[in-house]
């Protein structure tokens, strides 16, 4: 054969299934899914149709649909991320017997690999007919990370006892709907219209659909060439239209002992792609100047190889390798969801990936859990994403107006224009009752986006992104936060009522309508944030250039008065605390009745989603002090002590460092873990202050999708937030960074599992390649020209020009609880019980 062999993936970097598991299928498809940024395709099977085991889905980063169902006898619009047509089908029969079927068939072994290392996936099987013969599949898939509109597909089929006369068949099906989400299914779900179904020339196929509302155009061009030992096979071909579907069926005959080497090469554009004059032609176009598998796949595991570079974390201790393949998971998702080939789309970070129909695609606030990781690696990813909000500024404002406020107010639930997209009505699959949804008060969005807005600015000095984008939408999110408020006289005190928090367990209180569910007033989370965006407005504003700012402001109608006036709100923001010292999490919050945990544990075994329980028994969270997620604790996630400190001052109220233990402990056994972002959160919290709980947690976190924590949600696509805030958290968690006022800080504190932890940062220009272990910390800046950066390691500094390396001594932990360093400049940790300075 002359084709490269089919070589054996290293064990540190593969994610490997045994046999075949129909129960396990939904799961391995979304881990296994393929994907390049710009579109992503599932772990299916080729030869799987969607049916109650398997779910083949491809979707196209942002390309959305919006369809009108009637549900409960109201009608509701959703927007969803389109299942696009299947490119993947590939079977074959022997003489005219069956197709293969995975479910037909005797498995005698099937291994799934994935390759994280080469990003590919392969799937070797050998199975055993009805008629006792007995076939080998080695398949290899490949989403190019080198061309973003190229796939493919190569399989080696060999007889092992048989020979004679198959025929194969390839196709690309248009027949598809959304109905990967089993809750959603009562919803429309056609989403594609199929406009054109042929074949060019002897080996392509070609199929063409439009989305039926967004009018989004898709073409799929395909070409099956066959070889046995590295010639081509002369072979006859039919092409056969189906309904929606184009396939081509090849004749050929086979020999015992000898492969078959099938190679399926699929091109795919959109009618919103760049330099492009109509997809269908661009297709065809990339399909004929597209090589052979080898050459595709090549050139695709060189565009990994650079990611890896840029993007892997290196550990070592107990248990390292695993943890270290688990990371290197989430990495792989993350890249395969967003990727340099993001850059030019006008795409956001889907909370789920484009691994399915979760969520619909949709953009929520889980961005404040990948950005920090993507801004210190790949930071022109990060400014390429956060313009995706730029442009939905204007969708922003009008949302704001129509709600009687000023500014800009981005919607929980983000799609194509940037309208509100959370869905009006929810199915309780536990009682089979469509709710209202009201977590659209979710209005802490907004400070997720401005916060993501300054921490890439820290990571990158980026000014010019800054002046052109981030200030506008940071000082239009200021205002909104200032019109929000509300003055109470007698408390002397701003308020923002009506919202809800991350935890969506309270939508209002109780014995209030829930149709017309109101919301809780004062979320802790949402005021402290509504206050850190209103105080960086004001620096923003400082740090423009003088006429960069006149510009601005002038452009926004922001005068001295209203500026005045965020001052005002950002100091007296009402926070609600208990007597115990205990931040509430909202006004009302103490007078709620406590749970009944271990009762509800012992009925119901899993109870993470206690909303969906409570609800079916006729009950309801909001009576309870019960949270879905991290919720008051987001405040310990996204700043450090001390920076904290200075907010609460700010505010007027007092803030004990032993608070936060006490606030944690508090939360903690009150929180169920509905979302995976919340292990994650509470982990990131404790790593302090309780490591072996922290590493606990941690792991759990880990385990999110590849075990699916949730009971089954991972098949309806990942959790990215939990991906990359798990690689996040042993980058800046673990490594102690902070950046705050121009300088890097560094206070590692590793834990006790973890030995040494490796990464490459970029900071400022530079890239740095950064070693802990528990005695030193190292800082390497590979040579390239620019200005130095300022590294802190508690209070010591050094300017680091590239090609420099300096090196701290880490303080024992007994030496850490003396140091008078700690505080001079925040770290990322808000959980070191230390005294206050
Ligand atoms: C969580 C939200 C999250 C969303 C998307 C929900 O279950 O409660 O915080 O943004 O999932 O991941």
């Known amino acids: 054969m002359s084709a490269k062999p089919m070589d054996e993936p290293l064990p540190e970097w593969s994610l490997i299934y045994e046999g075949y598991r129909p129960d396990q299928e939904g799961l391995r498809e979304a881990l296994c899914t393929l994907g390049n940024g710009y579109f992503a395709t599932r772990g299916a099977a080729p030869d799987a149709r969607a049916d109650d085991v398997h779910y083949p889905g491809t979707y ?115 027949g598809v709907t959304n109905s990967g989400v089993a809750r959603y299914r009562d919803l ?30 898709v073409a799929q061009a395909a070409r099956m060439r066959l070889y046995v030992d590295g010639s081509p096979v002369d072979a006859q071909r039919r092409t056969i239209r189906e309904d929606r579907c184009i396939a081509q069926e090849i004749d050929c005959t086979v020999q015992a002992n000898t492969p078959l080497r099938a190679e399926k090469i699929v091109a795919m554009y959109s009618s919103r792609d760049w330099a492009i004059s109509e997809p269908g032609i661009e297709s065809l176009r990339a399909l004929g100047n597209a090589g052979r598998f080898d050459e595709l796949r090549a050139a695709h595991e060189l565009a990994w190889a650079h990611l890896w570079n840029e993007c892997d974390i290196g550990l070592e201790g107990n248990e390292a390798s695993e943890t270290e393949l688990k990371l290197r998971v989430h990495i792989f998702h993350l890249l395969q969801t967003v990727s340099p080939h993001s850059i030019d789309l006008d795409t956001g970070v889907p909370a789920r990936g484009w691994h399915g129909e979760a969520y619909r695609g949709h953009i929520f606030w889980d961005e404040l859990f990948i950005f920090p990781f993507l801004s210190l690696r790949i930071p022109t990813l990060t400014r390429a994403l956060l313009r995706y909000r730029h442009r939905r500024l204007t969708e922003a404002r009008r949302a704001a107006k129509e709600a009687g406020y000023r500014g800009a107010m981005y919607p929980w639930q983000s799609g194509s224009n940037g309208r509100e997209e959370t869905q009006r009505l929810h199915l309780n699959p536990d009682s089979g009752r469509w709710l209202p949804d009201t977590s659209h008060r979710q209005r802490h969005i907004n400070s997720a986006v401005a916060y993501n807005i300054w921490q890439y600015h820290q990571a990158t000095g980026d000014h010019e992104y800054m002046h052109f984008y981030g200030a506008e939408m940071l000082l239009e999110i200021a205002r909104l936060w200032a019109s929000i408020a509300t003055y109470n006289t007698s408390l002397d005190r701003y308020e923002i009522k009506g919202v809800m928090g991350p935890d969506e367990y309270h939508t209002a209180y109780p014995d ?22 209103l105080t960086r407005a004001l620096d923003v504003i400082d740090l423009l250039p003088g006429r960069r700012r006149e510009q601005l402001c002038e452009r926004l109608g922001l005068g001295d008065e209203e500026i005045g006036r965020w001052l005002e709100v950002s100091r007296k923001l009402r926070v609600p605390i208990n007597a115990d010292g205990i931040i509430s999490q909202f006004d009302g919050y103490d007078d709620l009745e406590e749970f009944d945990w271990d009762g509800y544990r012992e009925k119901y075994g899993d109870i993470h989603r206690l909303d969906r329980i409570l609800e079916a028994e006729g009950d309801t969270p909001n009576r309870y002090k019960v949270s879905k997620q991290a919720d008051v604790l987001m405040l310990f996630y996204l700043f450090s002590a001390e920076e904290l400190a200075l907010l609460f001052e700010q505010l007027g109220y007092p803030f004990e460092y032993d608070t936060i233990p006490r606030n944690i402990e508090y939360y903690s056994a009150r929180t169920s873990h509905g979302s995976t972002l919340s292990q994650l959160a509470h982990s990131w919290v404790l790593a302090r202050a309780d490591r072996a709980r922290s590493w606990r947690l941690f792991q759990r976190a880990l385990d999110s999708d590849l075990a699916d924590i949730q009971g089954g949600t991972t098949p309806e696509g990942i959790h990215l937030g939990a991906m990359a805030g798990t690689v996040d958290l042993v980058q800046r968690c673990y490594l102690g960074i902070d950046m705050w006022a121009n300088v890097l800080h560094f206070d590692p504190s590793l834990p006790d599992d973890l030995h040494r932890a490796r990464v490459r940062l970029h900071y400022r220009g530079q890239t740095l390649d950064v070693e802990a272990d528990h005695d030193m910390l190292r800082i390497r800046s ?18 680091l020009s590239p090609g420099e390396t300096c090196a701290f001594r880490l303080l024992k932990p007994e030496e850490r609880d003396r140091d008078e360093n700690r505080h001079q400049a925040p770290s990322h940790h808000a959980t070191d019980k230390e005294p206050r300075p």
């Open 782 to 799: 590979a040579p390239c020209t620019t200005t130095p950066v300022t590294i802190a390691y508690r209070g010591h500094y050094r300017d």
């Open 188 to 217: 429309a779900n056609r989403h594609l219209d199929v406009l054109e179904l042929e074949h060019r020339g002897e080996e392509t196929i070609f199929l063409r659909a439009r989305t039926n509302q967004s009018q989004l155009g």
């Open 512 to 533: 209030t309508d829930p149709e017309a569910a109101g919301g809780i007033d004062n979320n802790a989370y949402t005021n402290v944030m509504a206050a850190w965006v």
């Open 60 to 174: 196209l980063a942002g390309g959305y649909n919006r369809l009108v169902s009637e549900i409960a006898g109201r009608k509701v619009e959703n927007e969803d991320l389109v299942n696009q047509p299947n490119w993947l089908p590939l079977t074959f029969r022997i003489d005219d017997g069956p197709w293969l079927s995975m479910d037909e068939v005797e498995t005698l072994s099937l291994r799934q690999t994935l390759d994280l290392k080469r990003g590919l996936l392969c799937r070797d099987l050998r199975f055993r007919d009805a008629r006792g013969r007995t076939t080998r599949w080695n398949e290899r898939r490949m989403v190019s990370m080198a061309d973003p509109h190229l796939a493919g597909l190569c399989v080696e089929l060999t007889p092992e006892d048989w020979s004679g006369r198959i025929t194969l068949r390839s196709a690309l099906d248009g």
